[in-house]
């Protein structure tokens, strides 16, 4: 069963992060099957044989990568599978791309305190949510002056939790390259 882990602010080989053969290492010797960086954001693809064992691996090697090399940002894990049916609903689809910088998922923690109602859109309107699942937020960002929203500060601002967000294109690609065929 293929996996994907997504980390908060970590860039391979960055200060406090790991380089690609540590974090795909110490995925490997938490119990993973298999274990394939993804790009150098943080993504790792890794095989398990149940969801169990995949949160299991998760946390040692998170627990490890802390040890080695100190790194403390959560990673939020997915199932390729369920990612594959998110590429396939197309979120994106019916937006008009001529104003929008990126197109992003959001991937939310276990637990995290949800507003009663969620805004529509940040105050400057960098920052617009298309929807919203109990486990990801899909938004879009919108450059308004010099830098373009981001959806990952005004997500954890909103929730007081730390979130990791991807470009969609990532989790395209990733399906891609690592879904069923």
Same mark, same amino acid.
């Given at each position: 069963?293929?996996?994907?882990?997504?980390?908060?602010?970590?860039?391979?080989?960055?200060? *406090?992060?790991?380089?690609?053969?540590?974090?795909?290492?110490?995925?490997?010797?938490?119990?993973?099957?298999?274990?394939?960086?993804?790009?150098? *954001?943080?993504?790792?693809?890794?095989?398990?044989?149940? *969801?169990?064992?995949?949160?299991?691996?998760?946390?040692?090697?998170?627990?490890?990568?802390?040890?080695?090399?100190?790194?403390?940002?959560?990673?939020?894990?997915?199932?390729?599978?369920?990612?594959?049916?998110?590429?396939?609903?197309?979120?994106?689809?019916?937006?008009?791309?001529?104003?929008?910088?990126?197109?992003?998922?959001?991937?939310?923690?276990?637990?995290?305190?949800?507003?009663?109602?969620?805004?529509?859109?940040?105050?400057?309107?960098?920052?617009?949510?298309?929807?919203?699942?109990?486990?990801?937020?899909?938004?879009?960002?919108?450059?308004?002056?010099?830098?373009?929203?981001?959806?990952?500060?005004?997500?954890?601002?909103?929730?007081?939790?730390?979130?990791?967000?991807?470009?969609?294109?990532?989790?395209?690609?990733?399906?891609?390259?690592?879904?069923?065929?």
């Amino acid at each position: 069963m293929k996996h994907a882990a997504f980390f908060r602010n970590l860039n391979l080989g960055q200060a *406090n992060c790991p380089d690609k053969v540590q974090l795909e290492a110490a995925f490997l010797s938490a119990g993973a099957d298999t274990a394939a960086s993804f790009l150098t *954001n943080g993504t790792l693809v890794f095989s398990a044989r149940s *969801n169990t064992a995949a949160r299991k691996v998760l946390a040692l090697a998170c627990r490890s990568l802390q040890a080695e090399c100190g790194l403390k940002e959560p990673a939020y894990l997915r199932q390729v599978d369920h990612l594959a049916d998110l590429v396939a609903r197309c979120p994106f689809d019916s937006v008009a791309m001529d104003s929008v910088y990126a197109c992003c998922v959001s991937f939310l923690p276990a637990k995290y305190a949800a507003p009663a109602t969620w805004p529509q859109a940040s105050a400057r309107g960098d920052v617009e949510i298309l929807r919203v699942t109990d486990t990801e937020v899909f938004s879009i960002s919108r450059q308004i002056g010099k830098s373009p929203g981001s959806p990952n500060a005004f997500l954890e601002k909103l929730l007081g939790s730390a979130v990791t967000t991807r470009n969609w294109n990532t989790v395209v690609r990733l399906v891609g390259k690592h879904g069923a065929p």
